[in-house]
T-cell receptor, first 113, second 111 residues
Framework: SAVISQKPSRDICQRGTSLTIQCQVD?????MFWYRQQPGQSLTLIAT?????????ESGFVIDKFPISRPNLTFSTLTVSNMSPEDSSIYLC??????????FGSGTRLTVV | RKEVEQDPGPFNVPEGATVAFNCTYS??????FFWYRQDCRKEPKLLMS???SGNEDGRFTAQLNRASQYISLLIRDSKLSDSATYLC????????????FGTGTRLLVSP
């Protein structure tokens, strides 16, 4: 299965600032997915990132708040913009591996103060 | 109604016990189903896919009932290392291969 390197692993940020999270995959993948896991809750899909086109956002998530880049088939970034304490979460990227499996990055634990 | 529903637990069981988790999903067109395991402060990892015929992997057995829109996971001979949160995950088949996660069921196996 694919190996994903996600960074940073954690950060503490001031409200109003932005943080960019990076995911690097060791193989080429068509789609990358960005999830959020709020404290004590399960994962919620933010958007699907395809190389060469704009990301597709789920209901409740907008590009201005969570801009995504996908410059090639092995890399993607998610930016959390103009942060507030409500953005404190774990953010994870994911790729589909094989017919059924999905692999996740190790996550970015974000605390906004 | 949530797309994927699970009992959050926690389930507290002694080593060696058999424990079962259940999950229901709302979208009858859902295409594929999984159980993921998430350890504290770690990313989810695929435990097993769930097939209509049921499937077994060692001490773990997964079942799917499409008519009832119900998925189960059975763990036999529980080990301390089985302590984790078990996530029921569904691909609703709405394109882009997205996944919808249940809130997870927490399992605590004690000596």
């Amino acid at each position: 299965s694919a190996v994903i390197s996600q960074k940073p692993s954690r950060d503490i940020c001031q409200r109003g600032t932005s943080l960019t999270i990076q995911c690097q995959v060791d193989s080429q993948v068509t789609m990358m997915f960005w999830y959020r896991q709020q404290p004590g809750q399960s994962l919620t899909l933010i958007a699907t990132a395809n190389q060469g086109s704009e990301a597709t956002y789920e209901s409740g998530f907008v590009i201005d708040k969570f801009p995504i880049s996908r410059p090639n088939l092995t890399f993607s970034t998610l930016t959390v913009s103009n942060m507030s304490p409500e953005d404190s979460s774990i953010y994870l990227c994911s790729v589909k591996t094989g017919q059924y499996g999905y692999t996740f990055g190790s996550g970015t634990r974000l605390t906004v103060v | 109604r949530k797309e994927v529903e699970q009992d959050p637990g926690p389930f507290n069981v002694p080593e060696g016990a058999t424990v079962a988790f259940n999950c229901t999903y709302s979208n009858s067109a859902s295409q594929s189903f999984f159980w993921y395991r998430q350890d504290c402060r770690k990313e989810p990892k695929l435990l097993m896919s769930v097939y209509s015929s049921g499937n077994e992997d060692g001490r773990f057995t997964a079942q799917l009932n499409r008519a009832s829109q119900y998925i189960s996971l059975l763990i036999r001979d529980s080990k301390l290392s089985d302590s984790a949160t078990y996530l029921c995950v569904v691909n609703p088949g709405t394109g882009f291969q997205k996944l919808v996660f249940g809130t997870g069921t927490r399992l605590l196996v004690s000596p």
